[in-house]
């Protein structure tokens, strides 16, 4: 199995700035890819920024320019730097992560940290 422990986030004003990090561990092979949704209240989960292995990371249209993500593959890491911060990007925020485990593949995520933007 793998586990994901995120952390940061918390209350932070408008224009603000906020750092989310979620660590992968467990019987972990391989992470293929690694990323961040987010959900507001009444909202569906959608995507902000996923990094994959290898290739171009991908952000929502709402996320680009103001957010980037990272990972550190040997510490097996993803981070979102969020900039810019607006009252509409107020959610919780799960880390999602992909990887191979000796006996599957398998879409893994966090409990969610919350993110408040607000004066």
């Known amino acids: 199995q793998v586990q994901l422990v995120e952390s940061g986030g918390g209350l932070v004003q408008p224009g603000g700035s906020v750092r989310l990090s979620c660590v992968a561990s467990g019987s972990i092979i391989s992470i293929h890819f690694m990323g961040w949704y987010r959900q507001a209240p009444g909202k569906e989960r959608e995507l902000v920024a996923t990094?994959?292995?290898?290739?171009?990371?991908r952000y929502a249209d709402s996320a680009k320019g103001r957010f980037t993500i990272s990972r550190d593959n040997g510490k097996n890491t993803v981070t979102l730097q969020m900039n810019r911060l607006k009252p509409e990007d107020t959610a919780i925020y799960y880390c999602?992560?992909?990887?191979?485990?000796?006996?599957?593949?398998?879409?893994?995520w966090g409990q969610g940290t919350q993110v408040t933007v607000s004066s």
């Open positions: 990094i994959p292995s290898a290739g171009n990371t």
């Open positions: 999602n992560v992909g990887a191979s485990t000796k006996t599957a593949l398998g879409d893994y």
